[in-house]
Nanobody, 126 residues
Framework: QVQLVESGGGLVQAGGSLRLSCAAS????????MGWFRQAPGKEREFVAS????????DYADSVKGRFTISRDNAKNTEYLQMNSLKPEDTAVYYC???????????????????WGQGTQVTVSS
């Protein structure tokens, strides 16, 4: 059974930092793209960042460029999202996602991901 489990969310003041982790189990995702999405109350789930199989290609939403960094450790079957200079508008539930197939790309749409975590809450106070 494939599982993606996020951790690292919490409450932080504006300007602070958090590091999210997503640990995968049930199969290896070393040749699959992985990504992070977020969903704020009353809004659709939106793309945050993605990384391709070996990490040489990454993509970011314009709203987080220069503040967030995605990375992965294939030996640990884990991806990370380092979030710096957090803003109140970053408040959302953050989800990690992984593709089923092998891919050298870093897709940015929800329909391209097959596995999802349960989400972790990030709250940024002003």
């Amino acid at each position: 059974q494939v599982q993606l489990v996020e951790s690292g969310g919490g409450l932080v003041q504006a300007g602070g930092s958090l590091r999210l982790s997503c640990a995968a189990s049930g199969r290896s995702f070393s040749t699959s793209a992985m990504g992070w999405f977020r969903q704020a109350p009353g809004k659709e789930r939106e793309f945050v960042a993605s990384i391709n199989w070996y990490g040489e290609i990454t993509d970011y939403a314009d709203s987080v460029k220069g503040r967030f960094t995605i990375s992965r450790d294939n030996a640990k079957n884990t991806e990370y999202l380092q979030m710096n200079s957090l803003k109140p508008e970053d408040t959302a539930v953050y989800y990690c996602a992984a593709e089923r197939a092998s891919s050298r790309y870093a897709p940015s749409t929800t329909r391209e991901y097959d596995y999802w975590g349960q989400g972790t809450q990030v709250t940024v106070s002003s």
